[in-house]
């Protein structure tokens, strides 16, 4: 993958994921608007997984030029940040309704498994990736 189409994946990813926050952010407020008076930290922050944890990541590596994530370990780390951002909107819904529920805990330790999971292909990838080119320039 060339440097510029890794440039344009990389802004593509985190223009995604700030259009997300944007919507995540506008559906909290409305959600709350219409809550009569009842309020959660989960919904009002449930805009804070897509932005700090994918457009400010994706941000970086636009700007480092690095490479970009293979396509297993970009989807494990999106879907981490996903569940991450479902859990927070769900937690805000069932605090404002006034009940709890254990499953939700299921977001908050598979997102993160997830993400850590991505995390680990890409680096794993990214070594074997070096080791390859190392060994065609000795030959």
Do not use: H, Q
């Not at 985190?14 to 919904?43: D, H, K, Q, T």
């Not at 991450?84 to 937690?91: A, H, N, P």
């Amino acid at each position: 993958m060339s440097t510029s189409d890794i440039k344009t994946s990389a802004a593509k990813t985190a223009g995604v994921y700030l259009a997300a926050a944007l919507l995540c952010s506008i559906f909290g407020a409305v959600y709350e608007f219409f809550s009569f008076g009842v309020y959660s930290f989960f919904m009002i922050f449930c805009f804070m997984p897509p932005l700090t944890l994918g457009c400010v990541p994706f941000f970086f590596i636009f700007l480092s030029e690095k490479n970009m994530m293979s396509r297993l370990s970009y989807n494990f780390y999106n879907s981490g940040v996903a569940a991450l951002t479902v859990g927070f909107i769900m937690k805000g819904v069932i605090e404002i309704y006034g009940t709890t529920n254990r499953l939700l805990y299921v977001y908050f330790i598979g997102g993160p498994a997830l993400m850590i999971t991505g995390v680990v292909l890409w680096i794993v990838t990214a070594k074997k990736n070096k080791k390859t080119i190392e060994k065609k320039d000795v030959i």
